[in-house]
């Protein structure tokens, strides 16, 4: 603010001279005028010892006015073409000058060094141009010109000769006529009484323009004083002190701010997988190179294990020849015909010999139902019989008709009847020819099979009727199951009345081991052991993928010896590729996650050119981090994983190297202030009632434009000091 009003004061000076200015040249110019021409100017001392009624009596006395001649006169004579009048200088005039006087108040000019010329005159010394008399007119000399110039205009003289200098022109007073030869007079312009009225009314109309110019350089600064301090009032801040100038104070503002640091990164996987070496030996082959991919169980390095393998054989060779023939062993029995277990002769743990009988299986049997029915039946027919609590299914095998027709419960009685009515069946043709009208009545027999034991009556349903009969019941095959081996029952799955088939494990009998085979048993065991563990020793040389992956790095040639738990193959699992981001300790506690990353990939050299078909340094990918956590060796420094999609797996490899750019910080709408009114650590503001104040605030981060964040410490009805 302050350079502005200084401005300010600079252009109202600036005005103000140049009004004064031109009021002073315009006084000056007109007070000139006034001095030269006008009659009522004060009559100016004579300069000379010159007797003042000598020279007023040579003038009258002549009648005409002396020649005049001036430098005006001359050079106007000169311009319009007259003949030049010869110079006689024979009485030089005195020049007097004329002082210009202001107004009515006249100040006679200090007298000057004189010497006095042949007619009396006095004249200063030195005042001398070519012989011409450059003496000032008096104000005698002048009215006495004018009325010698008026006369001869009057009377036609064209000799008359007028000197009128214009304003401000010094006047030359007439040299007398030389005695050799009287001097021509050449009218060169206007009377002189013609132009000291012209001058005049000049005079007086410039005159009455000095207070007009004074008036308008007097308003310009008024209006300019006014300006000034309507714009000083205006620029004036609250106060609590009245009078006192307030500095000059901005409002806060608000904008988003971030902090985005930009560094190289890795493309690494925080699952790596590394292999070592099992053994000590010397590499014979390396299987595949780095950047291949591999399945889990694929070879990548082998060793020489000729020792190893040498050992294995030789342990096998000892293993067959190990007699284990005297062994103890279980023998299974088994059924030998299908049938009903009618009898079991041993129990579990009984002591058994070969060939000795343990079981007893009958075949199954066909039993027969003799049965007279009122309902006919045809030979095929399929019918159910139920004898001794179990119902079989039964076939029709023979149908006679019987007269007269049993009663239901006649049915049951004449069962022996019908069976010796079966075994008489010639003396059904006399039943046939019956010519009587009793009813008619079947004799049957249904054959059927049970599997438990048969009763020795059965029962059938003919037409919602049942009917009873003897029932005959048949015997099947019966066979022995016998033990295989000597030795004791260990396990025996059959009881009377089960139903089996042949081929059935029907018991389980152990054996006992021979007393040599106990040595060779223990002999087997401890070959097995050792040819186990060679076995193993043999897988250790070589070195396989433990997951499908990229072959990252190869620590080892062919031809290198290794020993035991050295490194050898650095193995990236398949889809747990991600970027790498480190930041200091600082920067990650006071980041805001999740934070926005990108990068692009830098191409080198390390990787094949069949990797960069897909995948170019312009390409810009865009992640998020989640998380960070310190690094696992105490450095301070805090790493985050950003996982890459299932896309980009596979355009990137393990190891390369990325430009990217975090977003460490970002607040929405923060306050922001320029960052050179921060004087350690504090801000001078404005509160809301006027009262300057200094502050501690807590900084951000700094923008692009030379702002920093304000976090704490300024509350939104402030106004910052900027003085």
């Keep these: 603010m302050l350079p502005v009003v200084i401005a300010i004061f600079f252009v109202i000076a600036v005005l103000f001279g140049v009004c004064l200015f031109v009021f002073i040249r315009s006084y000056k110019s007109y007070s000139s005028e006034d001095d030269e021409l006008y009659d009522d100017i004060p009559e100016e001392k004579p300069r000379g010892k010159r007797p003042a009624s000598e020279a007023s009596e040579k003038v009258k006395a002549k009648g005409t006015g002396p020649e005049t001649k001036s430098k005006a006169g001359a050079k106007s004579a000169t ?20 002082k210009p006087v202001p107004k009515a108040e006249t100040k006679p000019e200090p007298k000057a060094e004189t010497k006095p010329d042949s007619n009396g005159f006095s004249k200063p010394a030195g005042d001398e141009l070519g012989g011409f008399d450059t003496r000032v007119a008096t104000k005698d000399e002048m ?27 010094k006047t030359s007073v007439p040299a007398a006529k030389t005695a050799s030869a009287p001097a021509k007079i050449t009218a060169a312009g206007p009377s002189a009484e013609t132009t000291a009225k012209k001058t005049d009314g000049a005079g007086e109309k410039n005159s009455k323009l000095v207070p007009i110019v004074t008036a308008v350089a007097a308003s310009v600064a008024i209006i300019c004083i006014a300006a000034l301090a309507f714009v000083l009032i205006s620029s004036r801040t609250p106060s609590d002190d009245e009078g006192d100038d307030r500095p000059e104070t901005i409002a806060l503002s608000y904008e988003d701010v971030e902090d985005v640091r930009e560094d190289e990164y890795k493309i690494t996987s925080p699952a790596t ?52 023939s005297g062994a103890a062993r279980n023998v299974n029995v088994s059924a030998g ?15 058994v010999t070969s060939g000795m009988v343990i079981a007893e299986i009958t075949g199954s049997a066909r039993h027969s139902l003799s049965v007279t029915v009122g309902s006919p039946l045809s030979v095929g027919d399929d019918i159910n019989v139920t004898s001794g609590g179990v119902t079989a299914h039964g ?10 027709a049993p009663s239901d419960e006649e049915d049951g009685d004449g069962g022996e009847d019908g069976d010796e009515t079966g075994d008489g069946g010639e003396s059904g043709d006399d039943a046939d020819g019956g010519e ?37 019941r048949g015997r099947g095959s019966v066979s022995n199951v016998t033990a295989t081996a000597s030795g004791t029952v260990a396990d025996l799955d059959i009881r009377p009345g089960d139903t089996v088939d042949a081929g059935d494990t029907v018991a389980e009998i152990e054996t006992p081991a021979s007393a040599q085979y106990a040595d060779n048993e223990f002999e087997a065991k401890e070959t097995q052991i050792q040819l186990d563990e060679y076995r193993q020793k043999l897988e250790n040389y070589t070195v396989k993928a433990v997951a499908d992956g990229y072959v990252q790095e190869l620590f080892h040639k062919k031809g290198e010896t290794v020993a035991r738990d050295m490194k050898a193959v650095t193995i990236v699992p398949q889809d747990s590729l991600a ?5 200091d300790a600082e920067t990650a506690e006071n980041m805001t996650l999740p934070a926005p990353v990108s990068f692009k990939v830098k191409k080198t050299s390390d990787f094949p050119e069949d990797v960069w078909e897909n995948l170019s340094p312009d390409d810009k990918f865009n992640y998020t981090i989640d998380s960070l956590a310190p690094a696992d060796d105490d450095s301070g420094v805090y790493v985050g994983y950003v996982a890459l999609t299932d896309d980009d797996q596979s355009l990137f490899r393990s190891g390369m190297t990325v430009d990217a750019s975090v977003v460490v910080y970002y607040r929405y709408n923060a306050l922001v202030i320029p960052e050179n009114l921060v004087k350690k650590g504090k801000v001078k503001v404005m509160d809301e009632n006027g009262e300057i104040k200094e502050v501690a605030v807590e900084t951000g981060v700094r923008n692009k434009t030379g702002g920093i964040e304000i976090r704490d410490g300024i509350e939104r009805t402030y106004r910052l000091v900027t003085d």
């Design 79 to 98: 311009k319009t073409g007259a003949a030049p009048e010869p110079k006689t200088v024979a009485k030089p005039a005195t020049k007097a000058e004329a």
């Design 143 to 169: 009215r006495m010109l004018r009325s010698a110039a008026a006369e001869k205009s009057a009377a036609g003289d064209s000799a008359g000769h007028t000197a009128a200098a214009d304003s401000g022109a």
């Design 273 to 324: 997988l590394t292999a070592v070496f099992a053994a000590d030996s010397k590499i014979t082959d390396v299987k595949v190179e780095e950047g291949d991919f591999v399945k889990k169980g694929d070879a990548i390095y082998e060793l020489d294990g000729t020792s190893c393998q040498e050992m294995i054989d030789l342990l096998e060779e000892r293993l067959e020849s190990i007699d284990l």
């Design 337 to 351: 015909a299908s049938g009903v277990v009618t009898d079991v002769r041993v129990s579990v743990g009984s002591t």
């Design 395 to 404: 076939t029709v095998t023979t149908v006679r008709p019987v007269s007269p």
């Design 436 to 472: 009587d009208d009793e009813e008619t009545a079947w004799a049957a027999v249904i054959s059927f099979s049970s599997a438990g034991n048969v009763g020795a009556t059965g029962t059938v349903t003919v037409d919602g009727k049942s009917y009873t009969g003897q029932v005959t």
């Design 579 to 583: 970027l790498e981001v480190k930041l």
